[in-house]
């Protein structure tokens, strides 16, 4: 396996990760009195966070609901699957280079 694989790999362990951590976010929207800076769920705070807070200034709530998380697992995915998908660019680009 050489290196162009193994970044192929990360990449798509990485938007997959965040995409679940985007989930979990989006889940955790529904119960508002759960503190999110105490232990495990300052876990799925701290990577979701530098997303979302820019996001919101450009994406006011819908109703009073925070839709940006759901926009980042649409981008996360499209991101893994346009790059990474059975036609992906990366996934291309590695078969014609082996």
Avoid at 4 to 33: D, E, S
Avoid at 38 to 46: A, D, E, Q, R, W
Avoid at 81 to 87: A, C, I, K, P, T
Wanted: charge should be positive.
């Amino acid at each position: 396996m050489n290196l162009a694989n193994i970044a192929a790999l990360a990449l798509g362990i990485i938007l997959g990760l965040m995409t679940i951590l985007f989930i979990f976010r989006i889940v955790l929207t529904w119960y508002p009195q759960i503190d999110l800076n105490s232990f495990p769920f300052k876990l799925i705070t701290i990577p979701t966070e530098p997303f979302l807070s820019p996001s919101r200034k450009i994406i006011s709530p819908l109703g009073g609901v925070d839709i940006t998380p759901i926009i980042w697992v649409g981008i996360c995915t499209l991101l893994r699957e346009v790059l990474l998908g059975q036609q992906g660019l990366i996934t291309m680009a590695l078969r014609a280079y082996n």
